[in-house]
């Protein structure tokens, strides 16, 4: 069975930094893409970053480029979200989502089939 | 990149149709047959219903059907049930190899 579980959420000031992990089973992790999707309370879906496989292509919405970083580790079946300079337009529930390609260039394949449960980021003095 | 369009909402009786049109652009939902379409429930997460236009994941009722036209993507659901219930978003990739999202559609079954 496919798990995604996230942590790291929490309450953060305005400014500050914060990173999500995502622990990924129940498949080879290695041979998918990922990506983070959040949702701001009340409001839609927003694509945040996405990885590729072996992390050699990665994407990002312009509202966080320059700010997050994402990155895995695919001896731990890990993903992970280092948020900087934390804004209140931060604040959302972070999901962790795979995808069913390898490569996030590859437009085929670029759909979220597993979801994880969210972990809540809150951007607030 | 700016969010597709979809309708805030939509409504149907059960055993009714309902149609959930997603607008994009040539760089998105037009030039690609690359949409997805998510089911979410009040405090779930989403759900895979439709990928690559118009097909459905195993598990998926077959009430639930997709298609595209131009750079409007439509989510048509036939026999609405009340679990039906939910908001529904639209998803495309982007020439830019990334992913947007439309803005959601909530649904109510009357």
């Known amino acids: 069975e496919v798990q995604l579980v996230e942590s790291g959420g929490g309450l953060v000031q305005p400014g500050r930094s914060l990173r999500l992990s995502c622990a990924a089973s129940?498949?080879?992790?290695?041979?998918?893409?990922m990506h983070w999707v959040r949702q701001a309370p009340g409001k839609g879906l927003e694509w945040v970053s996405g990885i590729s496989w072996n992390s050699g292509s990665i994407g990002y919405a312009d509202s966080v480029k320059g700010r997050f970083t994402i990155s895995r580790d695919n001896a731990k079946n890990s993903l992970y979200l280092q948020m900087n300079s934390l804004r209140a337009e931060d604040t959302a529930l972070y999901y962790c989502a795979k995808s069913e390609n390898y490569d996030i260039l590859t437009g085929q394949g670029t759909y979220f089939d597993y979801w994880g449960q969210g972990t809540l980021v809150t951007v607030s003095s | 990149q700016s969010a597709l369009t979809q309708p805030a909402s939509v409504s149907g009786s059960p055993g009714q149709s309902i149609t959930i049109s997603c607008t994009g652009t040539s760089s998105d939902v037009g030039g690609y047959n690359y949409v997805s379409w998510y089911q979410q429930h009040p405090g779930k997460a989403p759900k895979l219903m439709i990928y690559?236009?118009?097909n459905r994941p195993s598990g998926v009722s077959n009430r639930f059907s997709g298609s595209k036209s131009g750079n409007t993507a439509s989510l048509t659901i036939s026999g609405l049930q009340a679990e039906d219930e939910a908001d529904y978003y639209c998803?495309?990739?982007?020439?830019?190899?990334?992913?947007?999202f439309g803005g959601g559609t909530k649904l109510t079954v009357l």
């Open positions: 690559d236009v118009s």
């Open positions: 998803s495309s990739y982007t020439s830019s190899s990334n992913v947007v």
């Open positions: 129940g498949f080879t992790f290695d041979d998918y893409a």
